[in-house]
């Protein structure tokens, strides 16, 4: 599976942008979609995840509320809208497959990278 990620840029704080991430390879609808960032000096960690129905989605604590995970299997692709964009939400965003959504949280529990897109949130 190859997962290119596009739709980042520079916003203002309280902005929304949209996240896109298209996969090839194995078919898209059985795998678990995810979206994960990395902020300048820190860890990757987990945003958001969808399995490949939809029936079941996941956040994080910090952008419940702000960020929309969604996918259209015909397009091959998965979504991440943001609004109400924060400072502290400026990272590269990476977007993940997975075959088990029991472990999508976790950086072992994903079975392909994407390369990521750059959100920068200015105050």
């Known amino acids: 599976v190859q997962l290119q990620a596009s739709g980042g840029g520079l916003v203002q704080a309280g902005g929304s942008l949209r996240l896109s991430c298209v996969a090839s390879?194995?078919?898209?609808?059985?795998?678990?979609m995810a979206w994960f960032r990395q902020a300048p000096g820190k860890e990757r960690e987990f945003v958001a995840a969808i399995t490949w129905s939809g029936s079941r989605i996941d956040y994080s604590d910090s952008v419940k509320g702000r960020f929309t995970i969604s996918r259209d299997n015909a397009k091959s692709t998965t979504y991440l809208q943001m609004n109400s964009l924060k400072p502290e939400d400026t990272a590269v965003y990476y977007c993940?497959?997975?075959?088990?959504?029991?472990?999508?949280?976790?950086?072992?529990?994903?079975?392909?990278w994407g390369k990521g897109t750059l959100v920068t949130v200015s105050s």
């Open positions: 390879g194995r078919p898209f609808s059985i795998n678990d």
């Open positions: 993940a497959a997975a075959s088990t959504f029991g472990s999508i949280k976790r950086e072992r529990g994903i079975d392909y």
